[in-house]
């Protein structure tokens, strides 16, 4: 019975749709469902559990991809107590975090299921009762946790594979958050690209890849690496219902806001607040003990193992419910009732907001996820990374331009965050299906957006920047000032531009909003200046995808009825007083190259 295995999309070898149907039984399902029973206490399969499972113990190679929380443990730990399979005997599983391993190997054995954490912080003597028990005919041991660099390395670990292998006893190799491999993915670790040994030093052994990340890149990485070409994929939808996605802009009363967010939730209720820096968290974590009586802890990786395992664990048992943390903190993290994630400051990719969102709600129930947004923020992550002298130029552009992403994703607030998210992992979604989960959902019905076509004051503010001379040293600020007519108080000449004024009826927030696009969309730069008194300025250039604009291409943005794009100049100034708070709810801006978006927005101005 070889083909029982369901398979979603496209993959080296995707399984006519038909035969999800067919039920097979293979000479093991028995032992199967009885063992899903007994050892791990669960009534039925999740969605590709089933068909991973058969797979391996079928003695193939097969891939699953599933969100974060979706079960791909138990795709090996059932195989592993079972004997009916094609191979038999001792699983390896690889997985990158030695906290991960330790955690994971407790777990099984507090389900009576024999596993060794087989890792660099194992003294002699029990690296050599390992040893002893691997050796064994019948090793009583079914699953061994290893790091990649202790199964590649060498030394004894080898030669009790080759011997598990002769005596067939070494059931499979499970590669766990396998997009390390991958240098697209947002964990890369070198040791993990030598893992492409294993399917030549140990022929005939089944290998199973696991992950959460879903892009199509990643997965070609994955499998080439692995030489698993040929292998099963099991994919499913990345959508996660129950999760609640709100872009916020990011205010000096943030903190404000998130104490009053957590209120709302309820004593018992977990959370994590992503920060971008050990001592954002280490500062952030204080103030929301001692300022506002929360019980708030902080993570990252400058803290000893022993801190960070105890905060982590009293995180996990409730002790406390909020943790403030680095993105050290969540992979692997096993907490099923995480009832909010709030990033402080921008992640650095959407795949890598996906994944610190995904540790919110994985029981099912209702849960949020809020990203607080500054595009000020997003340009000193841009300009970090333009002088970190460590990476390559290669590197750089990546980076950037997976930041870039994230901006767009911030400043987009007309379409569907999930479609959005879920674009970016190349599974279409319709908006209709989001039942008002996300903020621009919510959004839509209380507020009548009208796209207007802007290309025209693209076109006047690249010529603006252009009539500059660089040593004018404009800024962002400058710019909409001049744009809109305002000599403004920088002593800048910025009435002896020939384009002064050309916006005259842009309302302020929205000019400058125009120029953050420009800005976000490459046809305008920023480059930065080292002041005198030690900081840095950052001021607008031409950016090399200005050209398109000067040759016609089209720009629209979206605005909000409530907040019109026109304002005479005199009145702009009262509303820049009365209401700040509404303007900077209403800093965002949308991109129409992109086809989903485009269509979104016709479909808009249908509805109006
Ligand atoms: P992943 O590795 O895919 O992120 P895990 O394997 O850690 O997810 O599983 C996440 C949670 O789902 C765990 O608490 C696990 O016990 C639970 N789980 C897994 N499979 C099932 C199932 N078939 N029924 C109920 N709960 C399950
Ligand atoms: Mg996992
Ligand atoms: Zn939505």
């Not at 400058?478 to 007519?485: D, P, Q, S």
Request: glycine share 8%; hydrophobic share 35%; aromatic share 8%.
């Amino acid at each position: 019975p070889s083909s029982s295995a369901s398979a979603a999309g496209h993959g080296p070898r995707a399984l006519a749709p038909r035969a999800i149907e067919m039920e097979t039984r293979y000479p093991w399902t028995k032992e199967v469902e009885h063992k899903l029973r007994t050892k791990f206490k669960l009534p039925n399969f999740r969605k590709h559990q089933k068909e991973a499972i058969n797979e391996t113990m079928a003695g193939k190679d097969v891939f699953v991809l599933m969100p974060t929380g979706g079960g791909k443990s138990l795709t090996y730990q059932l195989p592993a107590v079972c004997d009916g399979g094609k191979t038999r005997g001792v699983t390896f599983v690889v997985s990158p975090l030695i906290s991960l391993i330790n955690d994971q190997s407790r777990h099984l054995t507090r389900l009576g299921i024999p596993a060794i954490a087989y890792t660099g912080d194992l003294t002699q003597k029990d690296k050599n009762l390992a040893h002893e028990e691997l050796a064994r005919p019948e090793p009583y041991t079914r699953v061994v946790y290893v790091t990649p660099e202790m199964l590649t390395m060498g030394g004894h670990i080898k030669s009790i594979l080759r011997s598990l292998l002769q005596r067939k006893r070494l059931a499979r190799f499970v590669i766990d958050e396998a997009h390390c491999v991958s240098q697209w993915g947002h964990d890369f670790r070198a040791d993990y690209l030598r893992l492409g040994e294993l399917r030549k030093t140990y022929p005939g052994v089944p290998i199973m890849a696991l992950t959460a990340t879903a892009q199509n890149k990643v997965e070609e990485d994955i499998i080439r690496s692995l030489g698993i070409q040929g292998c099963t994929v099991l994919r499913q939808s990345f959508n996660r219902p129950n999760l609640h996605y709100e872009v916020r802009p990011k205010t000096g009363k943030i903190i404000l806001e998130i104490v009053a967010f957590i209120r709302t939730q309820g004593t018992q209720a977990s959370g994590i607040i992503y920060c971008n820096s050990r001592d954002n968290c280490e500062n952030l974590a204080k103030e929301l003990r001692d300022s506002h009586d929360l019980e708030a802890h902080h993570y990252h990786a400058g803290m000893s193992k022993g801190d960070r395992r105890k905060i982590q664990e009293g995180w996990q048992e409730h002790k406390f419910e909020i943790i403030v943390a680095t993105i050290a903190f969540g992979m692997g993290i096993d907490k099923p009732d995480v009832r909010f994630v709030i990033h402080h400051h921008l992640p650095r990719s959407l795949e890598g907001y996906y994944q610190e969102t995904g540790r919110a709600g994985r029981d099912g129930k209702p849960s949020n996820c809020i990203l607080y947004y500054a595009f000020k923020d997003g340009k000193k992550i841009l300009s970090q990374i333009d002088q970190d002298r460590e990476l390559t130029r290669d590197q750089k552009e990546r980076q950037k331009a997976s930041m870039q992403e994230v901006l767009r994703y911030c400043n987009n607030k007309a379409d569907c965050r999930r479609s959005q998210v879920l674009a970016f992992f190349n599974e279409t979604f319709d908006p209709v299906n989001c039942h008002q989960g996300c903020d621009t959902c919510l959004g839509r019905d209380c507020n009548i957006f009208n796209t207007e076509d802007v290309s025209k004051d693209a076109v006047n503010v690249i010529k603006m920047v252009q009539a500059f001379n660089r040593e004018d040293r404009i800024t962002i600020l400058n710019a909409a000032e001049c744009f809109r007519g305002f000599k403004g108080n920088s002593g800048k000449m910025l009435n002896e531009n020939p384009f002064f004024g050309v916006g005259k009826d842009w309302a302020r927030n929205e000019a400058e909003r125009l120029i953050q696009t420009l800005v976000i969309e490459g046809a305008l730069e920023e480059f930065c200046v080292a002041s005198a008194a030690g900081w840095t300025n950052a001021y607008l250039r031409l950016g090399k995808n200005a050209k398109a604009h000067l040759n016609g291409k089209t720009m629209m943005m979206e605005f909000r009825q409530a907040s019109p794009r026109k304002q005479p100049v005199k009145s702009a100034r009262t509303t820049k007083k009365t209401t700040k708070g509404q303007i900077q709810i209403d800093t965002y801006a949308r991109k129409v190259s992109d086809p989903i978006t485009r269509k979104r927005s016709h479909q808009q101005i249908l509805e109006e």
